[in-house]
Structure formats: C-alpha cells, structure tokens
C-alpha cells in the first residue's frame, strides 16, 4: 500500500472548511486592501532561490527540492513566495503600473524539513506582497493586513513582534560587532551556531538552543547600529503603528530566515509558545529586485502558513462554518419510481437546491437511514403515487413530519 509521502498531507472534505475560512477572510481584507492576486508556477530556476534566498541558509543549503529536469535544467520546487512574485513583477515589467503593486497569492510551498506539528514538507501559504514603494507606511500597512488577518480569523492571545535588521549600509558592521560577541561565547553555542557564526551570523540571535538563547539577551542589538536613513525608518515605522493603535512590541532578536530581508521584519507568534510556533512573518526586502538583476525597487510582505493557522485555529477552538451541503435526499420506492426520483433531483439542483439521489437501499426506511447517516435534513421522496399524481413527499426528518406537495409547488418554493 502507498502511503502520501513523510512531511505531507492528504486534504480530505472534513477538514475543506478550514481552508475555505481563511481564504475567504483573507481575499476579503486582500482585496480591501487594494490587492490582486498572483499565481506563479510550483517550480523555478534554481538559481532564483540561491540567489533570493541566499546561499548560507538552511533552505538553500538543507531543505530545497532541487532535481535536474530532462532537458538538464536545475529546477527547484518553490520553497517560499516571495522571490516567484519578485521575478513575476520584473519579468512583467510591472514597474511600468502604478507604484506600489499590491499582490497575493496562496501556493504549495516545499521544504526538506522534519516534520512536527504544523510542520509539512509540503505546506501551503497564504501571502501578500507591496512592491515598489519604501516608505514606512506602507511597511505600517502590511503589518496591519497581517494582523487584522489573524484577528479576523477568531486568533486571539498573540502578540506582534517587531524588529529592524538595518540595511547593506548599517548591517554589515553590525553583524561585526555581533560576531565579535559571539565569538567570545564559541564554546557555548550550539554546534549549528558555530557555523552561522561564520554563514549567517544573524541566525544566531534566533536559536531555540536554551544556551544559545540566553546568549542572546545580552547580544548587541541591530537597532543600535542602525544608519540614519534605516534609524528613520524605524522611528517612522513605530510612530505609524502606535498610531494605528496597533499592540506591537519590539523583539531585538527578531531576524527572520532569509537573506534577502532589510529594515522591517515582523512575526506573530502565539502568546504561550516559543518562536518554533511562528505563526505570520514577513519584513522589507529593499534590495532583493538588485539580487534578481532588476532595477532597485523596494518592496515588503508577509507569509502565513495555512497549516499552521489551522493547527492554531483548532488549538484556540474557533467555531469554523461547516460547508455548505445538500439538504435534500431524494429517495424512490418501487423501481417504477427511480426514473422520476432521478429526474426530480436534477430539477432540484437546477432549482438551485442541494439533493443527493438516494444509492443502494431501496427499502424507504433504508433510504432515510442514509439521509441520517448524512446529516440531511428533508427526504423527498417519490413512489408510484406520487408519480402518477405529480406530487411528492417531502420529510422532515428533524421534527418526523411529512406532506405531499404537487411537484411544481414544490420546485418553486425551492426558489431557484
Ligand atoms: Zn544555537
Ligand atoms: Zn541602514
């Protein structure tokens, strides 16, 4: 027997309504937002994620999907959102619409991970980017989509963490001064630590390694050695956001995974869990359009991991509508009366009422056992009395009641 593969998840019709929730909540603030949606392939160019994502990191180094296709091209299943839309943005010259473009998207995302809870090879995300404006508002803009998100969605004790990572100006010599920290502790950081130390020293700030972690209270902090420019940019950026009365607290080992982040990086993060539990997260990427050989163009976003918010959604027991089903069975009794049974759930659905045709039982008992057995409300039900007469029956099968109605009065009251 096949199983899906380790790290992925089969989505069956009992779980749809989660996922047809938080679409429906996010498309709805996407959209009053300004946003449209974009769809890029599930896979790339390699290279547009090594240089994106940047080479030292754990998702380029340890955890893409990267296999050489027929024609030996290196293709590579899209391990996060951001860089498709980026390359989507200059391949279609979008620089020439109006600044900035505000696009979302929902997509498979595939990482080489171990899987957890929450955690998947293949997960899905929701996601927003605003492309092509620098200013702190719009950073102010995006966190609050981020957060009005989680709030529509029923979320509650979370919190808004935010951080300046500064930029290729201010960052570099901070990073310096973070290694020379750092160093100074090598023999109590954690074995993967002490190859960020010289990779991607930034990393070390968010190791859930207790040492690790407690090395990094004291750890000089990014906001300190910002340039002015960056120091403006955040000054603005926490101006903007407690005026729009939004609860974010500063987080100074806040950096995020990827490389291509400058200035403004977010997360929310449930109150009671550890930064494992990330729940939304994004920052600005001033510089990633120059990675990707388009002209500068600053842009920022946020991803959401479906499987995670519906890990959270359950956790915080947030009553999601069930989907919409048939209230209808139709049922038939005698053989005789299959034909027009069929016939009436067809004119029922093209009265735009949900029926399902009664399978297997041809006992009437058996029939409503099935409209029991799935929840349906009313049995309509046709034997040779009521094809002869035109009528049907309809059953209520909550309060056991029952009547005959002509079949056109019937249809009617269905009011398609
Ligand atoms: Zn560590
Ligand atoms: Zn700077």
């Known amino acids: 027997m096949y199983r899906a593969p380790r790290g992925t998840a089969d989505r069956l019709p009992d779980r749809q309504k989660y996922w047809r929730y938080i679409e429906s909540k996010a498309v709805a603030l996407a959209q009053q937002y300004g946003f449209g949606r974009v769809d890029t392939p599930v896979f790339e160019d390699s290279g547009l994620f090594v240089r994106s994502v940047g080479e030292g990191t754990d998702i380029v180094e340890k955890e893409m999907y990267t296999f050489q296709d027929r024609g030996s091209d290196s293709i590579t299943l899209r391990p996060e959102g951001t860089a498709p839309v980026c390359r989507a943005y200059l391949e279609h010259g979008m620089h020439n619409l109006p600044q900035p473009v505000r696009l979302y998207y929902f997509c498979p995302v595939f990482r080489y991970e171990r899987p957890q809870a929450g955690r998947f090879r293949q997960h899905h995300q929701f996601g927003a980017e605003v492309i092509g404006d620098a200013d702190p508002s719009v950073d102010a803009e995006v966190i609050e989509l981020a957060w009005r998100l989680m709030l529509s969605l029923g979320l509650r004790d979370i919190q808004l963490l935010i951080n300046s990572i500064g930029d290729q100006q201010c960052r570099p010599g901070y990073v310096e001064r973070l290694k020379a920290y750092y160093t100074g502790y090598h023999d109590q950081l954690c074995a993967d630590c002490r190859q960020r130390l010289t990779r991607n020293p930034l990393r070390l700030l968010d190791c859930k390694v207790e040492a690790c972690h407690a090395l990094g209270q004291a750890a000089p902090r990014s906001v300190?050695?910002?340039?002015?420019?960056?120091?403006?940019?955040?000054?603005?950026?926490?101006?903007?956001?407690?005026?729009?009365?939004?609860?974010?607290?500063?987080?100074?080992?806040?950096?995020?995974?990827?490389?291509?982040?400058?200035?403004?990086?977010?997360?929310?993060?449930?109150?009671?869990?550890?930064?494992?539990?990330?729940?939304?997260?994004?920052?600005?990427?001033?510089?990633?359009?120059?990675?990707?050989?388009?002209?500068?163009?600053?842009?920022?976003?946020?991803?959401?991991g479906m499987e995670r918010l519906i890990l959270n959604l359950e956790r915080s027991g947030v009553a999601v509508p069930e989907e919409p089903s048939p209230r209808y069975l139709v049922a038939s009794v005698g053989?005789?009366?299959?034909?027009?049974?069929?016939?009436?759930?067809?004119?029922?659905?093209?009265?735009?009422?949900?029926?399902?045709?009664?399978?297997?039982?041809?006992?009437?008992?058996?029939?409503?056992?099935?409209?029991?057995?799935?929840?349906?409300?009313?049995?309509?039900?046709?034997?040779?009395?009521?094809?002869?007469?035109?009528?049907?029956?309809?059953?209520?099968?909550?309060?056991?009641?029952?009547?005959?109605?002509?079949?056109?009065?019937?249809?009617?009251s269905l009011g398609g």
Request: glycine content about 10%; overall charge negative.
């Open 224 to 304: 300190d050695h910002l340039c002015a420019e960056c120091q403006a940019h955040w000054e603005q950026l926490q101006g903007y956001l407690k005026h729009m009365e939004l609860p974010f607290q500063v987080d100074h080992r806040l950096v995020r995974g990827l490389d291509y982040y400058t200035r403004t990086v977010f997360e929310v993060q449930p109150l009671d869990a550890g930064g494992q539990s990330t729940i939304c997260g994004g920052g600005r990427y001033d510089a990633l359009m120059e990675q990707l050989d388009g002209r500068p163009t600053p842009g920022i976003g946020f991803a959401t």
């Open 335 to 412: 053989d005789g009366a299959r034909p027009a049974a069929l016939e009436l759930a067809s004119r029922m659905r093209r009265a735009s009422a949900g029926a399902i045709l009664s399978s297997g039982a041809r006992t009437l008992r058996g029939q409503m056992r099935q409209a029991n057995a799935l929840n349906i409300p009313f049995v309509a039900i046709i034997g040779d009395d009521e094809v002869r007469d035109g009528t049907v029956a309809i059953r209520d099968m909550t309060a056991s009641t029952q009547q005959t109605l002509p079949l056109a009065e019937f249809l009617a």
